[in-house]
């Protein structure tokens, strides 16, 4: 079993200093709009990738008008108890601490404390550019392979690097050819590493988020989901040399693994164009719950499960087929936000397992 067992925050967001337990694994937090649940359940996603799950900066998260925040988690992995901290100090350094160690790098963390977050914000991954897609898929594999977030880290920094050189070189009408071959293959090399990790993993994965699509929407709607990537048809090497010219004009990297996408239609047709909300609700679910079997599949042991607002988001069918799944089938302990106490009580009543109810 994974679980958070307590949670205290102090100057975080709306919380001056507050404590939470989580005994059981059915956690119900109610309130109304503005009341904090989003951040309670940001808190514990903080804990788990060092990290907020809103793309802020940290200083963001400090309660205003005070300096610094400071989150406290226990968490039970396979029977042992395990404690997190992540702390903000006042000159908007981050800490992190695990078991009283901390991190020389917060990269080390990841994967360690899986979790899965549903929120309204992430239906994004369907509606908006390929940022987010690529966003979801190394969130994933980052906590799957932990070689691929390395890669991934050297990856963005050595594309800073190119774009900085590519800047230099414009301003000057000069560049340093060697030192453009260093870069094109330290580049190459990471980003046909990120490429074949991708692809193979996509290979996999893709079939079990229409499969999930399928039992969530119950019916089959002739969705087709394919990774995209420039590599797909040229080599990177063929790619960095025929954009050159492009690149330097443009002062930026045109080609490689950072423009990767998926592709998502229905009947031929680009989904987002045509999808109504209830089927790019169950697309996003289908999504989450296949990274979430996914993670457990691999890890072992459930990932903790964090479902923000999701009353609002499906029919009263397919919620009660969901909350089956998530509070009974997945074997893991699932935060669930509503503003409706009674909506959360009697849910779980039908589901007859114990549960912690939380009014903020
Ligand atoms: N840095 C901060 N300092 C103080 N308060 C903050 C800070 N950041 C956010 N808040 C407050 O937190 C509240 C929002 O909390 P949250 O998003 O968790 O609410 P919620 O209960 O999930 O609401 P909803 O039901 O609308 O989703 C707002 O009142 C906001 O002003």
Do not use: W
Not at 116 to 122: E, F, L, Q, T
Not at 251 to 272: A, C, N, P, S, Y
């Amino acid at each position: 079993m994974f679980a958070c067992r307590h949670i205290a925050l102090t100057q975080f967001r709306n919380y001056r200093f507050e404590s939470f337990n989580f005994n059981e694994n059915i956690i119900g937090i109610y309130g109304q709009n503005g009341s904090g649940k989003t951040n309670l359940l940001d808190a514990i996603y903080y804990l788990c990738f060092t990290k907020s799950s809103f793309n802020r900066p940290d200083a963001q998260s400090v309660k205003d008008g005070f300096a610094g925040f400071r989150i406290d988690g226990r968490f039970e992995k396979n029977k042992e108890e395990h404690k997190l901290v992540c702390i903000l100090r006042e000159n908007n350094r981050k800490e992190f601490l695990a078991d009283e160690e901390s991190y020389t790098r917060f990269s080390e963390h990841i994967g360690k404390y899986p979790c899965v977050m549903i929120a309204p914000d992430d239906v994004s991954l369907i509606t908006e550019g390929s940022e987010e897609r690529r966003k979801f898929i190394d969130t994933l594999l980052s906590q799957l392979q932990h070689d691929y977030l390395e890669q991934l880290i050297a990856y963005n920094k050595i594309l800073q690097q190119r774009n900085s050189f590519l800047k230099f070189a414009a301003e000057r009408n000069n560049y340093d050819e060697q030192l453009l071959e260093i870069l094109n293959s330290q580049l190459l090399e990471k980003g046909n590493f990120i490429y074949e990790r991708r692809q193979q993993f996509l290979n996999e994965f893709l079939p079990q988020v229409l499969a999930q699509y399928i039992s969530i929407a119950d019916k089959d709607d002739k969705l087709s989901l394919e990774y995209e990537s420039q590599l797909n048809n040229n080599t990177f090497e063929e790619l960095l040399q025929q954009n050159l010219q492009r690149d330097l004009y443009l002062q930026r990297t045109g080609t490689g693994i950072h423009k990767d996408d998926m592709v998502i239609e229905l009947k031929q047709t680009t989904f987002k164009n045509i999808a109504s909300q209830g089927q790019r609700k169950s697309l996003l679910f289908a999504f989450k719950l296949a990274a979430f079997e996914t993670l457990k599949t691999i890890k072992g042991f459930a990932p903790i499960l964090l479902l923000d607002d999701v009353f609002e988001k499906l029919d009263e069918k397919r919620m009660e087929n969901l909350l089956q799944y998530v509070c009974v089938q997945s074997g893991a302990q699932v935060f669930i936000t509503d503003t409706h106490k009674d909506r959360l009580q009697q849910s779980f009543i039908k589901i007859g397992k114990g549960y912690n109810l939380i009014g903020l």
